[in-house]
């Protein structure tokens, strides 16, 4: 009889993961949507501004590369069934600059057969709308600041002495 006859035995547990914590926006993805909602008014916008407006969100970090085939309107990212973008349901501005905000919703209001393409049009759609609201928070908080009249700095004034004479807290000889 060997000495492991003596000693306990122990089952080993299998590990198990703690689930991570939630992903948050990091500073670098957070800075991309404001600089984007700063430059860009999805609002009115061409094609060629919301390429570039998808690339500058993959440059800060605020979205990843397949985000940006969908957000620059990568004929990559759509099955070849789905409605294209050489037509739109809203009317654009003659310099070819549309609300893309009112033509993704136009869309999805329209509907289609398959779910995932309404899926892709409300992906795209919450892209916009965090742009939109990055310039709406950004146009406020620069408005008060500007609008607010500028403090007036207090006068500075010098004490005068006193007009009697001054006497010495010293015993005078």
Request: aromatic share 6%; with cysteine.
């Amino acid at each position: 009889m060997g000495l492991r006859a003596f000693l306990p035995t122990f089952k080993r547990e299998p590990d198990v993961q703690e689930p991570g914590p939630p992903p948050v926006a990091t500073a670098a993805g957070l800075a991309g949507w404001i600089r984007a909602g700063m430059r860009f008014d999805v609002r009115r916008m061409s094609r060629d501004d919301l390429r570039e407006m998808a690339y500058e969100l993959l440059a800060g970090g605020a979205i990843s590369m397949p985000d940006l085939r969908l957000l620059a309107l990568d004929p990559v990212t759509s099955a070849p069934h789905w409605p294209g973008w050489n037509t739109f349901e809203t009317p654009g501005e003659p310099d070819a600059r549309r609300d893309w905000i009112e033509e993704i919703a136009a869309r999805i209001r329209k509907g289609h057969p398959e779910c995932a393409y309404i899926g892709y049009l409300q992906l795209l759609l919450s892209f916009l709308t965090r742009v939109e609201a990055a310039r709406q928070q950004m146009a406020r908080a620069v408005q008060p600041a500007a609008a607010a009249p500028q403090p007036l700095r207090p006068r500075l004034t010098l004490a005068r002495p006193a007009p009697a004479r001054l006497t010495s807290p010293l015993p005078s000889t």
